[in-house]
């Protein structure tokens, strides 16, 4: 008895030690998630139907922190993009075309007070010009962000932002939605009552790394019960 009992422990810890590196595998280091909750203004459409003035709705933008587009730009690529309009969730078919930007601007910079951008640039506007973008402005990060003198862009951590400043609709940001959903073409945001934060991702394992997860967990216990028997 004590022969079987000390082959079933190992068979767990093995079992422990693959799952933990199945798992780890599984987790790009730099990935993170811009959130954004809000409202639209009484222009922007979906599918070529006004929303309304007023109408909430919620993105969140996936990026690689440890990539940005160009190492004096706090810009980077978005690999996914999802919204949630009127409680409806929709994801961007495209979410590359999309790029965000993080800048700060202290006082000294010649802001009145010290200011946290975060911004959703609109398909094509990356380096070429931004015309076509969603830029939020917060007063605070916590916690802070890497500081920079005065202005500038920069590397963004997992943070909260707090006492929003301004939400602005610069130009017309059109995102193609999946699954025939239509366009939704944002021309204008409304309300100071909007909140932001920069969250690590989450990772999920992929299709492959489940599986072979589990098949180690049958395999573990094929073994227990075999010499059970």
Same mark, same amino acid.
């Given at each position: 008895?004590?022969?079987?009992?000390?082959?079933?422990?190992? &068979?767990?810890?093995? %079992?422990?030690?693959?799952?933990?590196?199945?798992?780890?595998?599984?987790?790009?280091?730099?990935?993170?998630?811009?959130?954004?909750?809000?409202?639209?203004?009484?222009?922007?459409?979906?599918?070529?139907?006004?929303?309304?003035?007023?109408?909430?709705? &919620?993105?969140?933008?996936?990026?690689?922190?440890?990539?940005?587009?160009?190492?004096?730009? !706090?810009?980077?690529?978005?690999?996914? @993009?999802?919204?949630?309009?009127?409680? /409806?969730?929709?994801?961007?078919?495209?979410?590359?075309?999309?790029?965000?930007?993080?800048?700060?601007?202290?006082?000294?910079? !010649?802001?009145?007070?010290?200011?946290?951008?975060?911004?959703?640039?609109?398909? #094509?506007?990356?380096?070429?010009?931004?015309?076509?973008?969603?830029?939020?402005?917060?007063?605070?990060?916590?916690?802070?962000?890497?500081?920079?003198?005065?202005? #500038?862009?920069?590397?963004?951590?997992?943070?909260?932002?707090?006492?929003?400043?301004?939400?602005?609709?610069?130009?017309?940001?059109?995102? /193609? %939605?999946?699954?025939?959903?239509? $366009? %939704?073409?944002?021309? $204008?945001?409304?309300? %100071?009552?909007?909140?932001?934060?920069?969250? $690590?991702?989450?990772?999920?394992?992929?299709?492959?790394?489940? @599986?072979?997860?589990?098949?180690?967990?049958?395999?573990?216990?094929?073994?227990?019960?075999?010499?059970?028997?």
């Amino acid at each position: 008895m004590r022969r079987m009992k000390t082959i079933s422990m190992k &068979s767990y810890l093995i %079992l422990f030690c693959a799952v933990s590196l199945v798992l780890a595998a599984s987790a790009p280091a730099g990935l993170m998630n811009l959130n954004y909750a809000g409202s639209f203004g009484p222009n922007t459409t979906l599918g070529g139907i006004v929303l309304g003035d007023g109408t909430p709705f &919620s993105f969140q933008a996936e990026f690689d922190s440890a990539a940005p587009l160009s190492p004096e730009f !706090g810009a980077f690529q978005v690999s996914s @993009l999802s919204f949630i309009i009127n409680g /409806t969730p929709y994801a961007a078919s495209s979410p590359a075309d999309q790029v965000v930007f993080f800048a700060y601007d202290s006082t000294e910079g !010649g802001s009145p007070i010290p200011t946290y951008y975060a911004s959703l640039l609109g398909q #094509g506007t990356w380096p070429n010009n931004n015309n076509n973008l969603l830029n939020f402005a917060f007063e605070f990060a916590t916690p802070d962000f890497i500081p920079v003198p005065f202005w #500038g862009p920069v590397i963004p951590t997992a943070s909260v932002f707090t006492e929003n400043l301004w939400n602005v609709c610069a130009g017309s940001v059109s995102i /193609t %939605l999946a699954g025939g959903a239509g $366009d %939704l073409v944002i021309n $204008d945001l409304v309300g %100071l009552a909007a909140t932001a934060s920069l969250t $690590d991702f989450s990772a999920v394992p992929e299709p492959g790394n489940l @599986l072979a997860l589990s098949g180690l967990v049958g395999s573990a216990m094929f073994l227990r019960i075999r010499r059970k028997a």
